[in-house]
Antibody, heavy 121, light 111 residues
């Protein structure tokens, strides 16, 4: 079964840091681009960051640029999001998502995780 | 700037059909998009990709009741024979070099 499971969420003070992880299973992880997408309470989806299949190219939303860093470990079938200088407006449910192709910015997302909650307060 | 615009809400009766719209910003009318469904308290689910030529490719296991089309800058998701489980939020998505963009979402109420 193709699956993405996020972890690492929690409550953190403004200015603090948190590292999210996403464990992938059921598919060849290094064939696919990956993204983090967040959803603030009662709001829509906001793309946060993406990374290509080999980690050679990354992208960030303007709202997180310079504070968040995306990375992946293909040997461990895992995706990460290092979040620094957290703000109240970063409070959200964070989903990891797989792209149809090896490039996060050239295809839709076709597999989603259930998400992990980050609360900055 | 690449932007997707969706109506905040829509409603239709059980068994009827509904057509949701996602509009691409000026200068981006040729872009492909995708549609995702999010049922209450669940993660999003990929439904369909609408290609630049208006053809579509559905995700695994997506029923035939879901179809996609486009006309110029407008992309559509049509759901026929509405069922109670179609009561959900629907988001469109597009992409360009270095970025991914979501529409604000449409909340569909099945009456």
């Amino acid at each position: 079964e193709v699956q993405l499971v996020e972890s690492g969420g929690g409550v953190v003070r403004p200015g603090g840091s948190l590292r999210l992880s996403c464990a992938a299973s059921g598919f060849t992880f290094d064939d696919y681009g990956m993204s983090w997408v967040r959803q603030a309470p009662g709001k829509g989806l906001e793309w946060v960051s993406g990374i290509n299949w080999n980690g050679g190219s990354t992208g960030y939303a303007d709202s997180v640029k310079g504070r968040f860093t995306i990375s992946r470990d293909n040997a461990k079938n895992s995706l990460y999001l290092q979040m620094n200088s957290l703000r109240a407006e970063d409070t959200a449910l964070y989903h990891c998502a797989r792209s149809v192709s090896g490039y996060y910015d050239s295809s839709p997302m076709d597999v989603w995780g259930q998400g992990t909650t980050v609360t900055v307060s | 700037q690449l932007v997707l615009t969706q109506s905040p809400s829509a409603s239709a009766s059980l068994g009827a059909s509904v057509k949701l719209t996602c509009t691409l910003s000026s200068g981006h009318s040729s872009y492909a998009i995708a549609w995702h469904q999010q049922q209450p308290e669940k993660g999003p689910r990929y439904l369909i990709k609408i290609h630049r030529d208006g053809s579509h490719t559905k995700g695994d296991g997506i029923p035939d009741r879901f179809s996609g089309s486009s006309s110029g800058a407008e992309h559509y998701l049509t759901i026929s024979s509405l069922q109670s489980e179609d009561d959900a939020d629907y988001f469109c998505q597009t992409w360009d070099t270095g970025i991914v963009v979501f529409g604000g979402g449409t909340k569909l109420t099945v009456l």
